[in-house]
């Protein structure tokens, strides 16, 4: 049986996906990781881990979560987890920002933390 977290997870994902299948580049515009400069807003480092750019991207990282996330988290414990979950995506945001390796065009978006 999946635990609530995966559960919980999995469900903020899917609806946070389901308003880019509805609004395509819209949302990509708005909500993916611009270069500083280039489109920049400053909600795009909270809000790009959510994107997702193609349908498979996003099936395969709710199934990364049902196998994974409840493994992790057991291992680490409950502060460990989500400790390195925010440094993972920490790094990422700022490396992705100061490498310059985020795409500048809305059809592609930078993959989650």
Do not use: N
């Amino acid at each position: 049986m999946w635990s609530r977290r995966v559960q919980i997870t999995i469900a903020v994902l899917i609806l946070a996906y389901l308003p880019q299948l509805v609004f395509q580049g819209q949302m990509q515009t708005l909500f993916a990781l611009w270069p500083l400069g280039s489109g920049f807003k400053p909600w795009q480092p909270l809000t790009y881990s959510l994107m997702q750019g193609e349908p498979l991207s996003a099936v395969i990282s709710w199934v990364m979560v049902f196998f994974f996330m409840d493994t992790a988290h057991d291992s680490l414990g409950s502060r460990r987890f989500w400790l390195s979950t925010f440094v993972t995506w920490a790094l990422a945001t700022f490396g992705s920002l100061m490498l310059g390796l985020t795409d500048s065009s809305p059809a592609r978006v930078c993959p989650s933390a």
